[in-house]
């Protein structure tokens, strides 16, 4: 199966009121854990890879690693979108080299570091809808800032989404899907105290834009158990603290759709290394430590699955949809940003 866009897994997403993960891929164990776990729950599937990602494997890699897991994984639909593209620049590049979705960052200025204001957000990300529908590739905004640091992207200041705002920002732009600011943040550090998601932004949202696909970025439950492993064999994180998957579960109802999950995945596969360490001092076959690694990144891809309902759905969505044919139904809804109206917000 051809990769899909994020649009068409999504879009199952709204109609049967469900999550789906996207995770970040930077080699080739985190994107064998997640493909099989999506293998064994039947799940499609969202893998990002960030600018830092792209830098590190290089797109030509990430493309190829994605490409060779389809092989293994046939039947398992999957996605694979740019996760926080920092300028209009990053999102063609990433276009080019294949992806068929992307993110447009928005609410930040191209350093990926400073708070944009909202007429600088309109105009970068029409200008990539503009060229990603034209290709039928999916695009995703972000309004209102996350707080907490991943990837040397994002900014420590938390702007909650308003939003009547984002309704606005979605029409006029016409992006896919819409990131929103309503309590989540990057990283493991991000929280002093449990955090309680403000279900009522979703769920305003969602009512006044029922087809927009929203997305919770940050969305890491940092858990306990898989912190004190890391701690157990000689890590140091005190005070690692998420988003109880429970509190996410409970935003899908009100309308989120994509969930950004990596610092979990980073945090398991140091655990099981640490341990493989500590235990066996003497180890040094790259593969024996690489492997349990994989395991404990793969476990918790599936319980997240079925946690967010994704599991079961793969088959549900049916025969892929060329980026061609996305590309007709785009025009044909004219779904494109609305350039008059974006030039006259100062
Ligand atoms: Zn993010």
Not at 6 to 30: H, P, T
Not at 145 to 163: F, Y
Request: proline letters at 5%; one cysteine or more.
């Amino acid at each position: 199966m051809p990769l899909v866009t994020m649009k068409q897994i999504l879009d199952d997403a709204i109609e049967k009121n469900y999550g789906v993960g996207a995770f970040n891929i930077n080699n080739m164990e985190q994107t064998l854990a997640i493909m099989s776990a999506a293998d064994r729950t039947e799940s499609p599937v969202i893998l990002q890879a960030s600018r830092g990602a792209r830098k590190y494997a290089g797109p030509v890699m990430i493309y190829g690693l994605v490409q060779a897991a389809m092989k293994l994984y046939p039947k398992v639909v999957v996605s694979l979108h740019l996760d926080h593209g920092n300028e209009p620049k990053t999102c063609i590049e990433a276009m080019d080299d294949g992806w068929t979705s992307v993110m447009m960052d928005g609410s930040l200025d191209a350093s990926g570091k400073v708070p944009a204001n909202f007429a600088y957000n309109l105009k970068v990300t029409a200008e990539v809808v503009q060229e990603a529908h034209k290709r039928g590739i999916t695009v995703e905004g972000e309004l209102g800032t996350l707080g907490g640091v991943e990837d040397g992207h994002g900014a420590d200041t938390v702007i909650l989404t308003d939003p009547d705002q984002a309704v606005e920002f979605a029409e006029l732009t016409q992006v896919d899907a819409l990131a929103l600011g309503f309590g989540t943040s990057h990283g493991a550090f991000k929280f002093k105290a449990t955090p309680k998601l403000r279900y009522d932004i979703v769920e305003a949202v969602n009512k006044k834009a029922p087809k927009l696909a929203l997305v919770s970025h940050g969305s890491s439950s940092v858990p306990p158990e898989l912190v004190a492993i890391v701690n157990k064999y000689g890590g140091k994180m005190p005070g690692a603290m998420g988003v109880p998957v429970d509190q996410i579960v409970n935003s899908i109802d009100y309308g989120v759709r994509k969930i950004n999950i990596d610092t979990d995945l980073r945090i398991a596969a140091t655990g099981a290394i640490r341990k493989l360490f500590s235990e066996k001092p003497e180890e040094f076959d790259v593969r024996k430590y690489l492997e349990p690694a994989m395991q404990a990144m793969s476990a918790v891809v599936e319980d997240r699955m079925i946690a967010f309902r994704t599991a079961g759905k793969a088959s549900g969505i049916g025969a892929p949809v060329s980026l061609a044919d996305m590309a007709k139904v785009y025009k044909q809804d004219n779904a494109f940003p609305k350039m008059d109206k974006i030039n006259a917000v100062k």
